[in-house]
């Protein structure tokens, strides 16, 4: 896993998820992320970008958790 809790919490400043459904969040977003971007590699290895890509993570996993609590209301 690219983000930690600690990171979502105090780097990017997320609130919406907690600790215990971070790491299918962030695994969900990887995934996603992984599946827009492949063609032009590991964007995960890019370490230039690691504060963007991170951001990007903790954007998605909250969009993520979002869609499923919607879908599950």
Do not use: W
Not at 4 to 14: Q, S
Not at 49 to 64: E, H, L, N, S, T
Request: charged letters at 20%; aromatic letters at 14%.
């Amino acid at each position: 896993m690219h983000v930690d809790f600690a990171y979502y919490t105090a780097g990017y400043g997320g609130t919406a998820l907690t600790e215990t459904d971070f790491p299918s969040a962030v695994r969900e977003a990887e995934n996603y992320i992984r599946y827009l971007t492949y063609p032009k590699g590991d964007i995960f290895a890019d370490t230039a970008q690691a504060d963007a890509i991170k951001g990007a993570v903790c954007a998605a996993a909250d969009a993520y958790h979002m869609a499923v609590r919607e879908t599950a209301e």
